[in-house]
């Protein structure tokens, strides 16, 4: 027919011999059965580590150098005209697996794509087998012929380093009389940005905005300042006497409302909780006192055996943390008149109380001289939680509200200032300068510096702790020019 091709001989196709047939069908059962099958003639290896190395050899894969000229590093022309691709690959394979050589040999280049040189691509000069020294690449690192590009979705940035606290205070008052007695509190910072200070017999505040400072009142030659607290809100400052009395004054004014009584000794601390006030004395006992009603006192709490040198109210103000020198740290409810926890590990007074801004329930206490221990305790579950020995004496703690972040202040023996990261408890910094016993500590408003207080007559403001938007940077708070004042 018309639409049939003609024959040839040559399209005829003959039979495969009968060794060929005999071939294939083997080739194909060793297929199927390729997971039974084992090859008589080849050892079989599993999976195995390549191990690091510092300087990987291109002798230790035995793979031959390839005879390249040493001005351009390709292979020369076979007899034929045409390029030894097994050397050029052999020379890929090299630069692939090692760094190139320091004499800058070429990366060899196919015969296809030798045409469009400028499209070559570029070979990360990585050593993939050093993994010691390279732990934090992308994904892309792995491979040998693509650059380290970023991976969507993967945040390589490097560590932060950790946040520089200045060494030196940038502001310096000289603080007159102002008394070496480890049981007295005779410091603290008002929300209005306004330092109290007890001096001798007379209080003193001093504005934080304009510098002036103010005699806020004179107890005379017969009594002397032990203790001041501000109210959490407003104007209110409680003064606490050597007599025994807690006077609460009108700072804005500089106005006595009234004097309340109660206990027999000295009272040396005071903690506000709202319009309710603590005051714990040396006559061993705690009294809350509600400032809007006619008596002086609403409960007295008892349980120490000594004296009442610590007090502070949780954030919440549930809860109230007392220590004594009787080496007890104690925790009351708003209702108890006895302590709902006992904490008895420490081994000398418990003055240094705070309470975690960030975990609730959290609380810090450091130890004095026989002790020298900051220890955590979580009064939610009536547990210890860990011990720091911090080599000194324990005077104050106080929490950072910006950061998860405490600073604790020493007397014996190294008058030091610590800051601490929580609940690592890694030094940030050690700031000296104080030539006594560091007894003394309150934070500003905005929780960025603090102030301490020494029986070397001084006040030192340091910039400590960053702020709220700040966290995770350093500090952006510059040391002023430093500048000294005399209170008084």
């Not at 610590?418 to 560091?438: C, D, E, F, Q």
Request: net charge positive; aromatic share 8%.
């Amino acid at each position: 027919m018309d639409d049939q091709l003609p024959r040839s001989s040559s399209s005829t196709v003959s039979p495969p011999p009968a060794s060929s047939l005999t071939f294939n069908k083997c080739h194909v059962d060793r297929m199927i059965n390729s997971s039974h099958y084992c090859s008589p003639s080849r050892t079989i290896y599993s999976d195995r580590f390549i191990p690091s190395r510092s300087a990987s050899k291109f002798a230790l894969f035995d793979i031959p150098a390839s005879p390249t000229s040493a001005a351009s590093g390709v292979s020369p022309p076979a007899a034929d005209g045409r390029e030894d691709s097994s050397s050029a690959y052999t020379m890929l394979l090299k630069t692939a697996l090692f760094e190139p050589d320091a004499a800058g040999v070429p990366v060899p280049v196919t015969p296809e794509k030798r045409s469009s040189s400028a499209s070559v691509m570029t070979i990360s000069s990585r050593n993939i087998f050093r993994y010691k020294t390279e732990t934090r690449q992308s994904f892309h690192s792995l491979s040998p012929f693509m650059c380290d590009d970023a991976v969507p979705g993967v945040n390589h940035c490097p560590v932060k380093a950790p946040r520089k606290v200045p060494r030196s205070p940038y502001k310096v008052l000289d603080a007159p009389a102002l008394q070496d007695d480890f049981y007295l509190n005779l410091v603290d910072w008002s929300s209005h940005n306004v330092l109290a200070v007890g001096l001798g017999n007379c209080v003193y505040l001093w504005n934080a905005c304009s510098s002036k400072v103010t005699k806020l009142c004179d107890l005379g030659i017969d009594d002397c300042v032990c203790s001041v607290g501000w109210a959490q809100r407003g104007t209110h400052l409680a003064v606490g006497t050597s007599n025994g009395k807690v006077q609460i004054w009108d700072a804005a004014r500089c106005k006595k409302i009234r004097s309340m009584e109660g206990h027999r000794l000295r009272v040396g601390a005071l903690a506000w909780s709202s319009s309710l006030l603590s005051s714990g004395g040396r006559d061993k006992n705690i009294y809350q006192r509600d400032i809007r009603a006619q008596e002086d006192f609403v409960s007295k709490l008892s349980g120490h055996k000594s004296e009442v040198c610590g007090l502070k109210w949780s954030y919440d103000n549930r809860e109230l943390a007392s220590g004594g020198n009787d080496n007890r740290l104690f925790v009351w409810n708003q209702h108890s008149t006895q302590p709902v926890l006992k904490y008895c590990e420490h081994t000398a007074a418990v003055k240094a109380i705070a309470w975690s801004p960030h975990i609730h329930g959290l609380l810090a206490s450091g130890g004095g001289t026989a002790d020298r221990c900051i220890r955590f305790w979580n009064t939610t579950t009536n547990s210890h939680l860990s011990c720091m020995d911090t080599g000194s004496q324990v005077c104050n703690l106080v929490w950072s509200k910006n950061v998860n972040e405490l600073v604790s202040t020493h007397g014996y023996s190294q008058n030091q200032i610590i800051v601490w990261r929580y609940p690592t408890m890694s030094k940030l910094a050690t700031l000296t300068g104080h030539t006594y016993r560091v007894l003394y500590l309150a934070i500003s408003p905005d929780g960025q510096t603090i102030v301490t207080g020494a029986g070397d007559e001084t006040l030192r403001f340091w910039n400590v702790f960053p702020s709220p938007k700040s966290q995770n940077t350093d500090s952006e708070i510059g040391a002023s020019s430093l500048g000294r004042t005399i209170i008084r």
